[in-house]
């Protein structure tokens, strides 16, 4: 089926997927050093609690995995959905990590945000701070709560904070005495939450430039598939349309011709011209959705083509059409005195393989229509 999406058409599938692929590819690292903290946890050279640390290294494997799985399928792989699977897998691991084997693994909370990075998306980036921040404000206090790791110093003020209890001679390094369960929290996340929060303005710069890179990119396509007057596919996209491979279904075309173009434009110039090109290719917005497409394919002629096996949507099309455009000539009136907007049409229905013959046949019906208009109506 012929790609009409500008932005699908920039982001195709390899696009989305390669980004997942290197996701996999880096988590193969965190599934190896899960299995390697667990070795040497059981060894007695770490002190976490071993059933936590096996259920924690359990989880952690499947939160390394399932991005594996993703990536080996190119359809789930492709899906724009999949990176946020990936990356709630990737903090979920990290949050593992760090609530097990801090102080050794902080750092590793920053690894969402890096991955995200590969997406050029900020809603994916954001996700990947959220994950971050969680990871280092939540999971290290977590951990010294829960026992999971050993840190004497923590379990100290902890046992003092717990019971109420201000110790009197206990003061960090740095010189600032943590006092209560909210300032020990406080003492244990802030330095590496502001490292992360730092990071994280980094990271979203850096998304934000890469998403803008691509936005761009698709401003530019747009502008060379899209004509700039109408706002309809312009003839290149038609002519790339008409060489798209088909099947056995069925199609309807409506040709249309804009009357009184070149009066417009004599009597009035070429900006009343514009606009009446304007508003005439504005009646046939409402006909368009994913199976209806319009093309401006010359000066004053548009085509739409219907892709249905029904022929009632062309006609039901065409009285969309044509209410469409009696409430553009009402707005006229008010809006823009002296615009009269009519298009002269001509349709046909058959298989959308012979759709060239069915474009003729079209053109054919418009230009007698278009010759009764001229007859029977004076020119206004």
């Known amino acids: 089926m012929f790609d009409f ?23 193969w690292v965190g599934a190896f050093s899960q299995l390697l903290c667990l070795f040497l946890n059981e060894l007695g050279l770490f002190h976490v609690e071993k059933t936590i640390m096996r259920v924690c290294v359990v989880i952690g494997l499947v939160c390394s995995l399932v991005p594996q799985v993703i990536a ?36 590793l909370a920053l690894l969402p945000m890096l991955l995200a990075v590969q997406y050029n998306s900020m809603r994916a980036s954001r996700i990947a701070v959220v994950g971050s921040c969680l990871c280092v404000a939540v999971a290290p206090p977590l951990g010294g709560v829960l026992g999971l790791w050993q840190s004497e110093y ?9 019971r109420g209890e201000v110790p009197a001679q206990v003061v960090a390094p740095t010189g600032v005495m943590a006092q209560g369960l909210l300032g020990v929290v406080a003492y244990v996340s802030f330095p590496w939450l502001l490292a992360v929060l730092l990071m ?49 279904e069925s199609a309807g075309v409506m040709f249309f011709d804009v009357d009184g173009l070149k009066r417009a434009n004599d009597e009035f110039g070429h900006e009343h011209g514009d606009l009446l090109l304007r508003r005439c290719a504005e009646s046939l917005q409402p ?10 394919i010359g000066g004053d002629e548009f085509l739409v083509v219907v892709e249905t096996e029904d022929p009632q949507v062309l006609e039901e099309k065409l009285h969309q059409w044509r209410q469409a455009i009696e409430r553009i000539n009402l707005e006229n009136r008010s809006r823009h005195k ?18 060239s013959t069915l474009i003729l046949r079209a ?11 001229h007859r029977e109506v004076s020119p206004r």
């Open 5 to 27: 999406d500008s932005a699908r058409s920039l982001r195709t599938e390899e696009n989305e997927r390669k980004p997942n692929l290197y996701v996999a590819k880096a988590l």
């Open 72 to 107: 080996a399928n190119r359809k789930l792989a492709s899906d724009r959905r999949s990176k946020y699977v990936v990356l709630g897998c990737t903090c979920v691991m990290c949050f593992l990590f760090v609530m097990c084997l801090f102080p050794i693994t902080t750092l």
């Open 154 to 162: 923590l379990r100290f003020l902890l046992s003092y904070a717990l």
């Open 200 to 248: 994280a303005k980094l990271i979203l710069s850096a998304t934000q430039k890469g998403a803008t890179g691509i936005e761009n990119q698709e401003k530019v396509l747009r502008m060379n598939r899209v004509d700039a007057l109408t706002g309809l596919y312009n003839a290149y996209v038609y002519d790339q349309y008409l060489k798209a491979p088909v099947g056995d």
């Open 287 to 296: 006909l368009f959705d994913e199976n209806c497409h319009g093309f401006r």
């Open 338 to 355: 002296g615009l009269f907007c009519h298009m002269s049409v001509g349709s046909a229905f058959g298989p959308k393989y012979d759709l």
């Open 363 to 373: 053109d054919s019906r418009m230009y007698g229509e278009k010759e009764a208009y």
